[in-house]
């Protein structure tokens, strides 16, 4: 089993721009491509996991989505870079028709995405980190026993800075962006 580094998509590796409703929409923060690379070359499994639930809304389709994370894949490539896996919840508790209406175990603060992620993958979770840019990837974080990084992209600062009472987990790093929580990561790699 390796460890893996648990990657919030909208916020955390993308620009933060509501509903990706089309792969143009699309756009890698800077220096994210290269805390994939990083990864890559440490042989730490870089995973995405992601709630979309504009599919239960209906902003987009699956289709849409599928689109959507083959333009990331293409322009993490382009960079030299590549997920080992890309783990999605479409759910919505409350809106949105059935099957995407649902009271889910993936929905993120709930661990179902890096559950499966683990066991599809071959992962350790205890040597594993999640790093986002909300208070739910940190929740997730700590459901699995991994270690949480928040990162000051996407939400991130404001949740910091103003909501950090509501953020309900205490990160174990705080981040400026995903390659300074790479780097954190892998300096500490073998620590314990």
């Not at 994939?36 to 504009?54: D, E, H, K, P, Y």
């Not at 030299?80 to 919505?92: F, N, R």
């Not at 995407?100 to 980190?129: F, H, N, V």
Request: charged fraction near 25%; include cysteine; charge should be neutral.
């Amino acid at each position: 089993m390796r460890p893996a580094v648990f990657i919030d998509r909208d916020g955390t590796l993308t620009e933060e721009v509501g509903y990706v409703n089309h792969p143009a929409r699309l756009r890698l923060l800077p220096r994210a491509a290269e805390a994939i690379r990083r990864l890559n070359a440490a042989g730490v499994a870089a995973v995405v996991t992601t709630n979309q639930s504009g599919i239960a809304r209906g902003y987009f389709s699956e289709a849409t989505l599928e689109a959507v994370h083959a333009e990331l894949r293409r322009q993490l490539a382009a960079a030299g870079a590549a997920l080992d896996g890309l783990y999605v919840c479409p759910h919505h508790p409350t809106e949105g028709e059935p099957p995407w209406r649902a009271a889910c175990d993936c929905r993120k603060p709930r661990p179902g995405l890096l559950l499966r992620a683990a066991a599809e993958l071959g992962l350790d979770l205890a040597a594993s980190t999640v790093v986002g840019d909300k208070g739910s990837d940190l929740a997730a974080a700590r459901a699995v026993g991994a270690r949480a990084v928040l990162v000051l992209t996407g939400y991130g600062r404001g949740e910091w800075e103003y909501r950090r009472a509501a953020l309900g987990v205490e990160p174990d790093h705080v981040a400026e962006d995903l390659l300074d929580a790479v780097e954190w990561v892998l300096a500490r790699r073998g620590r314990g």
